[in-house]
């Protein structure tokens, strides 16, 4: 019997030693449970095809001709994935609604003696309970953001203070973005699905009983958008503000935005768009600093005439509580300790 799972907490729990994931590669790559091993049953192009098939001449043949593809590529990855696991190997697999795909491929498994489960529809059934946590349930966790001006070092102290046993959600890392207008990286952002699943299993794993300390956002990482009740408790937290002077701020983004301050032409195609924001002379002047590889003078001006302002405008609208303020002259190493130390003692008193 299918097992079906009435909570995310439930389907995290779950008790097996593997979950597969039997859909295609392209439906894997979008979103799947957190620590799936995908092995399809069917490639892209051979679902492509039985797709066709099905549609368009006979569903009759698009199951026959999916049967035997299903069966000849589990045959496969018994033989070149599996076959190293004991008798006693206890295997959940899924695919997109629970249907023939994951069930014959559990069939084959329970056939040779593993203790093989499905789960009730698939990732589909996986998906809503993602939605019900990020969309409709009230977080039970205690959120206490860093925030502070661009260039204060907030997601470095984030990790520092991480490894001092303190509770971190790390969206960036979760988003692969560094949150600005200059933030991507060079491997692309994960879709908006896996994202919230990574969002979800994050935040499972932290105890509600203590505090968990995430960095201050707006409520979109590059392309990614915040679930919407993790953005609701985030704009109710309490702050710690970092504060650090804008030439240590600048030096900090010289060394972290590294990448990008080396493409010029990329540079200009980033803040191009914000002539409508700031004025073609504020651009010009940006754009002067590029061409003369004054990358100090590049990020002071970032900060002083567009970053600097929109993060009083958007603090000032927001009016959460503060808890501490730090200030800091450095954002080399020690400086960094130091205040991921002060925001660790502080977090350990909540």
Known sequence: MALTFTSLQDFYAHGFDTVIDVRSPAEHAED???????????????????????????????????????????????????SHHEGGW??????????????????????????????????????????????????PHRLVLLEGYTGSAKTEILKRAGALGVQVLDLEGLANHRGSLLGERSTPQPSQKAFESAVAWALMQLDPKRPVLVEAESNKIGQRILPPTLWEAMK??????????????SSYLVRAYDDI?????????????????????????????????????????????????????????????VLARFDTD???????????RKVAELLAAQ
């Open 236 to 249: 109710k937290s309490p702050r710690v503000e970092i504060h650090a002077p804008v030439a240590a701020r």
């Open 32 to 82: 799947h449970v957190p620590g799936a091993i995908n092995l399809p049953v069917l490639n892209n192009e051979e679902r492509a095809r039985v797709g066709t098939i099905y549609v368009q001449d006979s569903p009759f043949k698009a199951r026959k001709l999916g049967a035997a593809l299903v069966f000849r590529n589990a045959a496969d990855h018994i033989e070149r994935s599996l």
């Open 90 to 139: 206890k295997p959940l697999v899924y695919c997109w609604r629970g249907g023939q795909r994951s069930g014959s491929f559990t069939w084959m498994l329970q056939q040779i003696g593993w203790r093989a489960e499905v789960v009730a529809g698939g990732y589909q059934s996986y998906r809503r309970l993602v939605h019900q946590a990020m969309y409709e349930t009230e977080l």
């Open 261 to 321: 301050l080396s493409d010029a032409d990329r540079l200009r195609e980033k803040l191009a768009p914000l002539r409508a924001h700031r004025s073609g002379a504020v651009v010009d002047g940006w754009f002067k600093c590029i061409s003369a590889g004054d990358r100090a003078g590049l990020t002071q001006a970032l900060m002083v005439e567009h970053y600097d302002p929109a993060y009083r405008k958007s603090r000032a609208a927001i009016g959460a509580k």
């Open 330 to 340: 450095r954002l080399d190493d020690t400086g960094l300790d130091e205040t991921a």
